[in-house]
């Protein structure tokens, strides 16, 4: 069976560093891209990024270059999203999801991981 | 960027009834899209890809069609666990897009 599992809630002040994780399972976790959905509170969703976890080879959308840093460990099937420095701005729900059907790293996005809710206050 | 427009953003609707969601893309893109169900507290779950094809597991009363700039979401024949939030997502190019997201609630 197919599943992501990511890390659990957050809280963190404004300045701090964070590196949420999603890990895959139950597929070939070096073959799919793992993309990065946020998704802000009573928002809709958000595409930032996606990375193949095989070469590490990352794409973002310009919204979120330079914002969060999106990584990979193959040798333990999980995929990562950082931030360096936290804004109030960052309070959402960020997902993890396994990309399929893809071409040239644009994917479809089939299974999802359960979110991970990160909030960011003073 | 493609902008991708789902219309209506909210729609009441009875158990029963028959309801279209449509998104435009600002550009062709083929029929590389797919449709997406949330659940208030819920990660998104996938209806359909590739505009057309059910993805397994998916009740057949749900039905994607389009190609290119137009695509819509058709629900047959509404049932109680079909009121949810949706939205479409277009794969065709960088960056990845959402429609804004359809709210389908009980009249």
């Known amino acids: 069976e197919v599943q992501l599992v990511q890390s659990g809630a957050e809280v963190k002040k404004p300045g701090e560093s964070l590196k949420i994780s999603c890990k895959g399972s139950g597929y070939s976790f070096t073959t799919y891209w793992i993309g990065w959905v946020r998704q802000m509170p009573g928002k809709g969703l958000e595409w930032m990024g996606i990375?193949?976890?095989?070469?590490?080879?990352?794409r973002y959308s310009p919204s979120f270059q330079g914002q969060v840093t999106i990584s990979a460990d193959k040798s333990i099937s999980t995929a990562y999203l950082q931030w360096s420095s936290l804004k109030a701005s960052d309070t959402a729900i960020y997902y993890c999801?396994?990309?399929?059907?893809?071409?040239?790293?644009?994917?479809?996005?089939?299974?999802w991981g359960q979110g991970t809710l990160v909030t960011v206050s003073s | 960027d493609i902008q991708m427009t789902q219309s209506p953003s909210s729609l009441s609707a009875s158990v029963g009834d028959r309801v279209t969601i449509t998104c435009r893309a600002s550009?062709?893109?083929?029929?590389?899209l797919g449709w997406y169900q949330q659940k208030p507290g819920k990660a998104p779950k996938r209806l359909i890809f590739?505009?057309?094809s059910l993805q397994s597991g998916v009740p057949s009363r749900f039905s994607g069609s389009g190609s290119g700039t137009e695509f819509t979401l058709t629900i047959s024949s509404l049932q109680p666990e079909d009121f949810a939030t949706y939205y479409c997502l277009q794969h065709y190019s960088y960056p990845q897009t959402f429609g804004q997201g359809t709210k389908l609630e009980i009249k």
């Open positions: 590739a505009a057309s």
């Open positions: 999801a396994r990309g399929v059907y893809c071409s040239g790293g644009t994917c479809y996005l089939d299974y």
């Open positions: 550009q062709g893109i083929r029929n590389d």
């Open positions: 990375i193949y976890p095989g070469d590490s080879d990352t």
